[in-house]
């Protein structure tokens, strides 16, 4: 325990991940697309520099609420694959913006 929490700090911080998960379906919902997919892979990669740069325990906390948001990246396939079916997408227009995705998905966890 390097920063030394307290239960109900841990207890909160636990919180407010769930929350940003929360706001980061709530986007995911709102906003389907490749813009999506990109912010919750920045607000990955931002949130985890954040923790390992800044021993602190304000940075953790508030990354932990970042790092939900990442839960756009998986909730999207399920989105894309119910936006083909109520499109009436042909099976190879969904194969290549599935393929995109996964693309994406890769390059930014690579970034």
């Given at each position: 325990d390097d920063l030394h929490f307290s239960y109900p700090t841990a207890a909160a911080t636990?919180?407010?991940?769930?929350l940003g998960r929360l706001v980061g379906a709530h986007l995911a919902g709102s906003w389907v697309g490749?813009?999506?997919?990109?912010?919750?892979?920045?607000c990955g990669g931002i949130a985890w520099v954040s923790i390992l740069l800044f021993e602190h325990k304000v940075v953790f906390i508030g990354a932990s609420f970042v790092?939900?948001?990442?839960e756009?990246?998986?909730g999207l396939d399920t989105m894309l694959k119910m936006e083909s079916l109520i499109l009436d997408r042909a099976?190879?227009?969904t194969?290549?913006?599935?393929?995109g995705q996964l693309i994406s998905t890769c390059v930014g966890v690579f970034l």
């Open positions: 636990l919180g407010l991940y769930c490749s813009v999506t997919m990109v912010f919750g892979t920045l790092l939900g948001f990442t756009t990246v998986t099976p190879e227009q194969q290549i913006i599935f393929r």
